[in-house]
């Protein structure tokens, strides 16, 4: 049994992250289960994305807990924070170290918290990555989500060419090339 929670905002590349991750499952004959909860995310609000992956035993429920989540991928640092309740004692969360100001911070009401990433290393473990520049370099910075895939790819028990057959049935042809090469780079950090 394998709980991931994916948090991000909207735009991000969270629910093309999410069926990635499904369609892996599937090929590999895994049951699995996603389910998604995005309220304002057209708006740049928060998105939040559970996926259980099982080989032992069938799934009936798409939730992942508070407390159950062997690894959290956080998009953004202060979704990061947000997630800390769902990382489960031992678990992981990935993080890619890039900020996104919310409406609050950006109309003057609130301040976005400097301490992001020190309050997620003191809860639990961290792999803290800046996605955004390293798909930048590949050729395009919405490849990030794919970068942290190639993160999270060394957490779970499916080989890298797994990996790459899920992203050609999930992604584009034209942006194919770009986020084998953004899996590559997140999957070599």
């Known amino acids: 049994m394998f709980n991931i929670v994916i948090v991000g905002v909207g735009g991000q590349g969270t629910l093309l992250a999410s069926k990635i991750l499904g369609q892996l499952a599937m090929n590999n004959g895994y049951d699995v289960r996603v389910s998604e909860v995005h309220g304002m995310s057209q708006r740049g609000g928060s998105v939040v994305t559970y996926v259980r992956i099982s080989n032992d035993k069938p799934l009936y429920s798409s939730i992942v807990e508070q407390g159950q989540a062997d690894v959290v991928l956080a998009f953004e640092n202060l979704e990061a924070v947000r997630a800390i309740p769902y990382v489960k004692e031992g678990g992981t969360m990935i993080i890619n170290t890039q900020e996104i100001l919310p409406m609050p911070v950006i ?83």
């Open 107 to 189: 109309n003057g009401l609130a301040k976005y918290p400097a301490d992001c990433l020190e309050r997620t290393r003191k809860a639990c473990k961290t792999v803290e990555i800046n996605a955004v520049e390293i798909a930048h370099e590949c050729g395009t910075y919405k490849a990030s989500n794919v970068v942290l895939l190639g993160v999270l790819a060394k957490t779970m028990p499916f080989p890298a060419d797994e990996w790459k057959k899920a992203i050609e049935q999930c992604v584009k042809p034209r942006f194919l090339e770009v986020n084998l090469m953004a899996f590559d780079r997140g999957f070599n950090y």
